[in-house]
């Protein structure tokens, strides 16, 4: 008889209204050409995709390859962010720019950075946009810190999602901050969506199994050796890592006890 498997109709992520069967969020840059872009995010199963404004041509030059042509509107939801910005009217402005681009579009992700070198967010900074940006109905999905009490406050604000990072963008590291992650994550009312830090498939399973509702990557796909295979890796560990959340994993003890116990045996 084989065992039943868990639906996952009856598991999905909402942002803004919207449902979403994959809980994994790519990014679009890095790669070496727009094929291997849309390769990589249909092996990953990405049904949200982010796309620096300031660095991809989604229609704002009609002589170049268009981002648009291999990754449709009508099939993914586009993601602008506002990447390369290092103050709040510079992303407010990259976010307008963006509704105008996308006839509409009001889901953003938010990022203002704090410096070049560790591209860590400028808190201060991040606020200020984001409370522009609520004001003026977008729907704002942010990048911050791994800061409890900050992830309160964007929430507080009217965020669709907080997205702190778990390790310096790029770096590869993975998940630095675990006990500040599981922290936002028990009070939050929103999507918290690991952001930044993600190097390899264990990274992202740990993640989810921590109760993230989500990951967003683009280096640890695109910088791959393989971007295409690393993408379906990335996949399969997100569905395994929000599985044995939903599981529910055994207490760590110092000492094992017998699966097989001595008491009670018969005879």
């Not at 803004?16 to 809980?23: C, I, V």
């Not at 660095?55 to 030059?61: E, Y």
């Not at 993975?174 to 922290?183: S, Y």
Request: charged share 20%.
């Amino acid at each position: 008889m084989t065992a039943p498997t868990p639906s996952a109709d009856s598991d999905l992520l909402t942002i803004a209204g919207k449902q979403y069967a994959s809980r994994l969020l790519t990014g679009t840059g890095k790669f070496a050409d727009l094929d291997e872009t849309r390769r990589a995010t249909e092996a990953a199963g990405a049904e949200i995709v982010t796309v620096a404004i300031r660095r991809t041509n989604i229609g704002q030059d009609p002589d170049q390859p268009n981002l648009l042509d291999v990754l449709p509107p009508d099939r993914f939801t586009i993601l602008p962010n506002t990447a390369g910005c290092y103050t709040a009217d510079e992303a407010v402005r990259t976010c307008r720019l963006a509704r105008e681009l996308l006839d509409g579009h009001k889901l953003v992700k938010l990022e203002v950075l704090g410096d070049q070198r560790t591209l860590f967010p400028d808190v201060v900074q991040t606020l200020l946009a984001a409370e522009t940006l609520v004001r003026d109905g977008f729907d704002v999905m942010v990048y911050t810190s791994d800061d409890p009490l900050l992830a309160r406050r964007l929430e507080e604000i009217g965020c669709v999602a907080v997205m702190p990072l778990a390790a310096p963008i790029g770096s590869g590291l993975g998940i630095q901050n675990k006990w500040n992650l599981v922290e936002i994550i028990e009070n939050a009312k929103v999507p918290i969506i690991v952001d930044a830090g993600v190097g390899t498939a264990s990274d992202a399973a740990i993640a989810m199994e921590l109760g993230c509702d989500g990951v967003l990557m683009n280096t640890a796909i695109a910088g791959a050796r393989e971007p295409v295979l690393m993408a379906h890796a990335m996949k399969l560990a997100i569905q395994a890592g929000r599985a044995a959340f939903r599981a529910g994993r055994i207490p760590r003890k110092r000492f094992a006890s017998a699966s097989s116990p001595v008491d009670g045996l018969i005879g």
